[in-house]
């Protein structure tokens, strides 16, 4: 009997649980990554590492060199990893016109040789500009201690009486310097000049104008002593400045570095080496050389190279990295198994199905890729600010030196002045601020199952207000299973299941393997029409068929009188109720029950403490939903909704609250695209995933939760950083206008300022929930 055996309900297995997660995951890889093109009509998604930007006036300098290129029709400059991602365009094109504004990228293949890349690029900047700071800080404090110490003579010592020697002797000291000065410095002025040609400026021209200044004015008052009224030099303030300035900037490449080791560590799961079996003998090749269909042989500690499915064999995997569960899967032949996951025990062969960029690491690596190279609504004014903060601080600096003047200054201590405020603004953090705490944010977000699509959505979720949470799949487990039957009809459970194959849904699920239980055939239907949150319709030798809700039912006019009593009973008992009806005469209805998530209740009380409103929005009928909102204190229920529903419910929602989407299914994408935030848990379909903004790769909905506290650090951090960076140059520019600073002391400062916007930044790797 139908119904005796659907009593019999099964409770899924720890097993089956963490197959169907990383089995509907690895949908994510079904639509590999864009390989960079070498075509101008493409719109294909292009990596470039750029090298030479100092600041925030820089990145907004390289992105309008880039847009102006044919054909480019988007352009994003991440400043903390220093990449260009671009859309459309000849990447030959590209690079020349980066090379024209005075920086030099390069094309990259993917984000692996982007992570390899930008960590030689890291180690380089750091081991180049050691040597540059090392030579200049060494003969910038050799020449103050000299002149401290009374080392070398004062021009009152030796300048009036022998103007001749004194003059040769700092001459000499003065090539010493300038040699220091251009090894420790030559970058700065080079970018300099390429600024001046392009009627543009960064950080570049501010160091080597503060640089060469206090140089040429040292060098004036040794060359001609007469036309000045005091003597003082300042040979060592130039050298320090640019000594303490490569300093900042080695230490910020080592936060950058440190500030990427979340996607490096993904990198890292992959194996370089893999064992594959050619003509019955195993062999071993680089692993990117891996293509499908090839049999990849595993064994105990291996890590999984490719995406797979077992063939041979039987492998007990770890795949904490997708499903944060610790303890090893058992997969046997027909399993499929993940790229990045590890063999705890046993050994066989897999055949590959997604290998490169098309498996669902790579997927993971390419998502997390971009949402740290995206831009939040903040970054925007933050980018108007640094277009025009270098001309406003030379301005100044001008003004400083003309305000001193017309109080008697000499011109000596004017233009100290000047060079001190040229020295001291820092552009640099500003433009560190938001990419230094979008990319360690993100990058810890991944670490506890969360994949952030774009930094504006993580921003979104920051003020969010109100959820609207699908209900099967996100609130429930969407273990779905067929707990009774109206009639107890093979047949019409063999035609159900028939129709059903054409639905990606866990009531779908539930009537085919309900139907295999029973070794029922399933009738193959080859044509169906879906009519969105309701149900399907099918011709099958030349009738008409039905399935799907109660609603779907009373809009057909299909007389359900019959199967009342079966129908109360099993709402009373929330189960979700699927009808199928033939040449408009019910046949049959199936009752089927989820179970919600173990965490669900607890999740829901920490939002609704945290001051958010959960609303169901579920195209199950009012009855099972509110029996499940019930259970889970959810006050508010829509139901019976279909896409379109969700989606006007959700607008409407808008006008007076920040919204948010959580669900798992195909019929939550429209609602997606309208939410302010859109979140797809982790055992959804691909089409939700790929339009969400946000991925919980588990399905437990603590995780969102968890989600919405790092959202917040992130842009707490955020602001904090901006607050420095902002804090610093409107305290520290009026003090070094008004001469309390030594352009070597504001250099220092300026170094300090990027330090602290790095160092906080980095504060977010040790975030606790």
């Known amino acids: 009997m139908l119904s005796k055996v659907a009593n019999q309900r099964v409770e899924p297995t720890q097993q089956s649980q963490a197959q169907q997660h990383v089995e509907s995951l690895a949908s994510l890889s079904d639509q590999p990554i864009q390989k960079s093109v070498q075509h101008s009509d493409s719109t294909d998604e292009q990596l470039f590492l750029i090298e030479g930007m100092s600041c925030a006036a820089c990145v907004a300098k390289v992105e309008k060199a880039i847009k102006q290129v044919d054909q480019v029709a988007s352009a994003r400059v991440n400043l903390a990893d220093n990449t260009a991602t671009v859309i459309g365009g000849n990447p030959q094109q590209i690079c020349a016109a980066v090379s024209q504004a005075g920086y030099h990228a390069d094309l990259l293949e993917d984000e692996i040789t982007r992570a390899t890349r930008i960590e030689q690029q890291f180690q380089q900047q750091i081991k180049h500009k050691s040597r540059q700071a090392s030579v200049a800080l060494l003969v910038g404090f050799a020449l103050m201690f000299a002149m401290w110490f009374d080392w070398l003579p004062s021009y009152t010592q030796l300048g009036i009486k022998q103007p001749a020697t004194y003059q040769l002797i700092y001459s000499i000291i003065s090539l010493i310097v300038a040699g220091a000065i251009y090894y420790s410095g030559k970058h700065f002025f080079v970018r300099a000049w390429i600024n001046l040609r392009h009627r543009t400026t960064s950080m570049d021209t501010l160091v080597a104008l503060g640089a060469l200044t206090s140089f040429l004015l040292s060098l004036c008052i040794i060359l001609f002593p007469h036309a000045f009224s005091q003597h003082h030099l300042y040979l060592d303030a130039g050298l320090m ?69 077992v063939k041979l064999g039987e492998l007990w995997v770890n795949e904490a990295m997708l499903t944060g569960e610790s303890q090893p899967i058992k997969k046997i032949v027909g399993d499929s198994v993940t790229a990045g996951t590890l063999v705890n025990n046993g050994g066989g062969q897999i055949i590959a199905t997604q290998t490169g960029r098309s498996t669902t690491l790579a997927q993971m690596i390419h998502t997390i890729d971009q949402a740290q190279t995206s831009k939040p609504q903040l970054a925007t004014l933050v980018d108007k600010i640094a277009a025009i903060f270098v001309p406003v601080v030379i301005g100044l600096a001008v003004i400083t030196c003309i305000v001193w003047l017309s109080f008697g200054a000499t011109f000596s201590d004017a233009l100290l002045a000047a060079t001190s405020v040229l020295v001291i603004s820092c552009p640099c953090a500003l433009g560190l601020a938001i990419p230094m705490s979008i990319i360690v944010g993100t990058g810890q977000a991944a670490k506890l199952g969360i994949l952030v699509k774009e930094a504006n959505g993580l921003q979104q979720l920051t003020k969010v207000q109100r959820i609207f949470f699908d209900k099967t799949g996100t609130l429930t487990t969407g ?78 006019q299909i007389d359900i009188a019959a199967s009342q009593a079966f129908i109360q009973q099993h ?56 029996a499940f909102a019930q259970q889970l204190g959810i006050d508010k229920v829509i139901a019976q909704a279909t896409p379109q529903d ?12 920040v919204t948010a989407m959580v669900g798992d299914g195909v019929n939550d994408a429209q609602a997606f695209v309208t939410a302010d935030v859109s979140i797809a848990m982790g055992s959804g379909a691909k089409v939700s995933m790929e339009t969400a903004d946000l991925t919980l790769l588990n399905t437990q909905l603590t995780t969102l939760v968890n989600a919405i506290h790092i959202a917040r650090a992130i842009f707490n951090n955020i602001k904090l950083s901006l607050f420095f960076a902002f804090i610093y140059n409107v305290i520290l520019i009026p003090v070094a206008a008004l001469g309390l600073l030594n352009p070597m002391w504001a250099a220092l400062a300026m170094a300090c300022s990027s330090v602290t916007v790095v160092v906080n930044a980095n504060r977010l790797r040790k975030i606790k929930l």
């Open 571 to 626: 709402l009373q008992n929330a189960a979700s109720l699927v009808f199928l009806a033939k040449q408009q005469q019910l046949v049959n209805v199936f009752a089927i029950s989820d179970q919600i998530k173990p965490d669900a209740l607890s999740a829901l009380q920490q939002l609704q403490a945290m001051g958010i409103q959960c609303v169901m929005l579920t195209g199950d009928n009012s009855q099972t939903a509110n």
């Open 646 to 657: 969700k989606a006007e419910n959700i607008a409407q929602s808008q006008q007076h609250q």
């Open 241 to 309: 400045v640019i000594g303490f300035v490569n300093i900042g900037k080695i230490l910020e490449s080592r936060g950058k570095k440190s500030a990427s080791k979340a996607l490096s560590a993904l990198m890292d799961l992959l194996p370089n080496q893999t064992t594959v079996i050619e003509n019955g003998n195993p062999i071993t090749i680089p692993t990117k050389q891996v293509k499908p269909n090839m049999l990849v042989q595993l064994q105990t500690g291996d890590k999984i190279p490719v995406d797979g499915t």
């Open 479 to 556: 273990k779905t299973s067929v707990t009774a039957v109206w009639k107890d009809d093979l047949s019409s459970l063999s035609i159900a299941a028939g129709i059903e194959q054409q639905m990606v849904h866990p009531l779908a699920d539930a009537i085919i393997q309900f139907a295999k239980q029973h070794k029922v055939s399933i009738i193959p239907v080859q044509a169906t029409n879906s009519i969105a949150g309701k149900g399907l319709e099918a011709t099958i030798n030349n009738e008409k068929w039905l399935l799907g809700s109660l609603r779907f039912m009373q809009e057909q």
